[in-house]
């Protein structure tokens, strides 16, 4: 429960703020309002479009913190009572985005608009009125590393100099500009880039986070179960769904990519420091990734039919994985970030954070939770016959 003593990293006092949290009914937003509650003082003005995800935060009015969060069901894009919720905060955190790779390449557009266009007059708003703003990035404006450019068995390919991905030094790689798969990154450099711009000429109050693979419970959706059968979540969710249904796992042109995974919850301490923090957190762009949980995809996708058979006691399939190439999954204009690894410099010396969870841990607790919420909608669903 929240207490009367805490204290930021320098031993003062934290003072109960009010944020509002666009994005709030996410992935990402349902943890962190959670946090809040069960943990801090804060109020939180709750924007988003769903709130399925933090029902359980909202109802029954007789919850402990329920003088401490309202839902706003507003879509940003198109909503003239934003500016009064960002003016009445004292902090603004913008989680809104399109966010799932099979959208860049086939929803560019809308791509593109969520992430830049959208997000405008959020960064408007709060430079206009001299409010705080933790702005959602993604580690996605690295792009590629510039190693992946040498030849395949080149020394230098393991020189960290050429792979490790740091805020204040390494540039933007994307492809070019048919490879759609882009767009996103493009589009949350460019709102980096202004929201920099702000900081730097109307001294906008500003944090920058870049989420290195945050994954864990309520992560997207299971196709066919919380969302309509064709939908194409994120790697979490898409391997969920295939173990779920006792289906091969697919690796994306061999699922040679790699990735390092942070559970959802170590990063939720990464950011409660960036609330009660200011000081320390403003005018900086921060990884938030556990550069020790490195796996190629391949080995994640072993790793998790291991983890399922343990947690739902049912013995892994005898193939467990099918390839398949990047333009039948994704389609036309797809491309891939080859290698991620953050470096945790500038967030260890502003904020003292370390990730604790391993990847064989957090891939327990959270294909547990995906297990017990969807096995048995999984087990109704196949056996319901085909609607003709
Ligand atoms: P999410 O899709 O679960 O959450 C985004 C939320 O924003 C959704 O609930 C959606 O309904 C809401 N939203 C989108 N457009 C909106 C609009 N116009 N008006 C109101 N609400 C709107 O995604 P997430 O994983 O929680 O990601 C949150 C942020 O973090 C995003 O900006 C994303 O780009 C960034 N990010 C996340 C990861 C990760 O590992 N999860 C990695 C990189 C970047
Ligand atoms: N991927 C895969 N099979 C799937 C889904 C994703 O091989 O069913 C790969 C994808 O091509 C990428 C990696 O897994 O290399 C991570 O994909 P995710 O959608 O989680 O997002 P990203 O990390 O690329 O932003």
Redesign the pocket.
């Known amino acids: 429960m929240a207490s009367a003593a805490r204290v930021d990293l320098d031993g003062n006092p934290i003072k109960p703020i009010t944020i509002c949290m666009i994005g709030a009914g996410g992935f990402i937003g349902s943890h962190l309002c959670g946090k809040l509650m069960a943990e801090t003082p804060h109020k939180v003005l709750a924007v988003d479009v769903y709130n399925d995800k933090i029902k359980h935060l909202l109802e029954p009015a007789s919850l402990p913190w329920s003088d401490r969060i309202q839902f706003r069901c507003i879509n940003i894009k198109n909503d003239s009572r934003l500016k009064g919720l960002i003016k009445m905060a004292d902090l603004t955190i913008n989680l809104a985005a399109i966010c799932?790779?099979a959208d860049y390449n086939t929803r560019p557009l809308d791509t593109i608009y969520s992430n830049f266009i959208d997000a405008l007059p959020v960064v408007k708003y709060c430079s206009e009125n001299n409010k705080r703003i933790i702005h959602f990035s993604t580690c996605?404006v690295y792009g590629k590393t510039i190693g992946c450019f040498l030849p395949k068995d080149h020394p230098l390919r393991l020189d960290p100099a050429y792979f490790v991905l740091k805020e204040d030094d390494s540039p933007c790689i994307f492809g070019s500009i048919e490879k759609q798969r882009w767009s996103y990154a493009c589009a949350k450099q460019l709102i980096e880039r202004l929201i920099y711009a702000e900081g730097a000429e109307n001294s906008l109050e500003f944090t920058i986070v870049r989420p290195f693979?945050w994954i864990g419970p309520r992560m997207d959706f299971i196709p066919g179960i919380d969302c309509p059968s064709e939908g194409v979540p994120?790697?979490?969710a898409?391997?969920s769904n295939n173990l779920l249904r006792r289906e091969p796992?697919?690796?994306?042109?061999g699922?040679q990519?790699q990735?390092t995974f942070v559970y959802i919850k170590d990063a939720m301490e990464a950011v409660l420091l960036m609330i009660e923090n200011p000081a320390r957190a403003n005018g900086h762009i921060f990884n938030v990734g556990n550069p020790n949980n490195e796996v190629t995809?391949r080995q994640l996708a072993e790793m998790m039919t291991q983890v399922y058979s343990k947690v739902s006691t049912e013995p892994p399939l005898e193939v467990p994985t099918i390839d398949i190439s990047?333009k039948e999954?994704y389609g036309e204009g797809y491309d891939?970030?080859d290698k991620r690894i953050p470096d945790m410099t500038i967030i260890n010396r502003q904020l003292g954070w370390n990730p604790k969870t391993s990847l064989w841990d957090l891939l327990e607790s959270t294909l547990t939770y995906q297990h017990r919420t969807y096995a048995e909608a999984i087990k109704q669903a196949i056996s319901k016959p085909l609607a003709s």
Not at 249 to 253: A, E, G, N
């Open positions: 799932t790779p996605e693979n994120r790697v979490l898409c391997f796992l697919k690796l994306v042109d699922g990519s990735r995809v990047s999954f891939d970030s």
